[in-house]
């Protein structure tokens, strides 16, 4: 479990793409880091459960990665869930 927000997301793109440029052995240009610092704007937090958009999320259930079983719950999400499960004590 990890709490996610906007600058982690845009920081583990940033080290994907390090890993893929270190892998195919190509120096990373300060042109290839504005581009993907710019493409990072585009990156958004989204609630799994209500689809809205988050400034931060808690990251539960498996590593996330190819077809795992993730998901990014917001806090007010959270808070219902823990609301529901109490009722049902
Ligand atoms: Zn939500």
Redesign the pocket.
């Known amino acids: 479990m990890k709490t996610i927000t906007g600058a982690s997301l845009i920081n583990s793109k940033i080290e994907r793409y390090k890993e893929s440029y270190k892998l195919m052995n190509i120096s990373m240009t300060e042109e290839d880091i504005a581009k993907i610092t710019s493409d990072c704007k585009l990156i958004r937090n989204i609630?799994?459960?209500?689809?809205?958009e988050?400034e931060v999320?808690v990251q539960i259930g498996e590593e996330l990665d190819y077809e795992s079983s993730t998901a990014q719950?917001?806090l007010?999400?959270?808070e219902k869930a823990v609301f529901i499960a109490k009722k049902s004590l």
């Open positions: 609630c799994d459960e209500c689809k809205r988050s999320t719950i917001c007010e999400c959270l």
